[in-house]
């Protein structure tokens, strides 16, 4: 099945900076890949997905890239807020199945 | 908010323990996913069902077991729980069997400390 890994674990950035978040997924049927924020007691949310036949996608201050030769996908926060501070999660989802596999997810926290 | 119920919030519990997690989707939405976060770890899937069949199945130990029912609300049921088991289970819900979009909708989780 399809794995996917998610890098770092942990991020810190002063208010302001830039953050990346990358992911490598191992299934090349996958074709969808959502990136989801869980604020501290709530549940996981999208915020913005891209599919395999696009290079890169952009909503504000968010932009997700995806390199399907590699495959590996990254997700771009600039311009950091203090509400950026989240548990970031990518996924893949293989056009053959109905799962969602996630990474372990992603600690984000900006500094004021 | 999501729109996707869960009870109860929190639960607390002793080894050996049956507890039973309720998850009411999205209006609308016919397919359920069940999944647990552990400390440090991520999204682990659980199970999927759709319109009250069961569609996809993940790392769900024996000990577990989930259903839809018609009005397609959702119960998990973990019996002879273990320390182990301590962890918050999210459910998700979503219109398609195969979602076409990476659009899950999560509730906010059942916390559930095996004691």
């Known amino acids: 099945g399809e794995n996917v890994e998610q890098h770092p674990s942990t991020l810190s950035v002063q208010e302001g900076d830039s953050a990346v978040i990358k992911c490598t997924y191992s299934?090349?049927?996958?074709?969808?890949f959502p990136w989801y924020k869980q604020e501290l007691g709530k549940g996981p949310q999208l915020i913005i997905d891209?599919?395999?036949?696009?290079g890169e996608k952009k909503d504000q201050r968010i932009a997700v890239t995806l390199n399907k030769t590699a495959k590996h996908f990254s997700l771009h926060i600039t311009e950091t807020q203090p509400e950026d501070s989240a548990v970031y999660f990518c996924?893949?989802?293989?056009?053959?199945?109905?799962?969602?596999?996630f990474g372990t997810g992603t600690s984000l926290t900006v500094i004021p | 908010d999501s729109g996707v119920t869960q009870t109860p919030k929190h639960l607390i519990t002793a080894t050996g323990q049956r507890v039973t997690l309720r998850c009411s989707p999205r209006?609308?939405?016919?397919?359920v996913y069940w999944y647990q976060q552990s400390l440090d770890q991520g999204l682990q899937f659980l199970i999927q069902?759709?319109?009250?069949?069961?569609?996809a199945k993940g790392n769900i130990l024996e000990r577990f077991s989930a259903q839809q029912f018609p009005d397609l609300h959702s119960e998990l049921n973990l019996s002879s729980l273990e320390l182990g088991d301590s962890a918050l289970y999210f459910c998700?819900?979503?219109?398609?069997?195969?979602?076409?979009?990476?659009?899950?909708?999560f509730g906010e989780g059942s916390r559930l400390t095996v004691l």
């Open positions: 998700a819900s979503s219109t398609r069997d195969r979602p076409k979009t990476g659009e899950l909708f």
């Open positions: 299934d090349s049927a996958s074709n969808y």
């Open positions: 891209i599919r395999s036949n696009v």
């Open positions: 996924a893949a989802i293989p056009n053959t199945g109905n799962q969602f596999y």
């Open positions: 209006s609308g939405d016919l397919s």
């Open positions: 069902y759709y319109n009250g069949e069961e569609r």
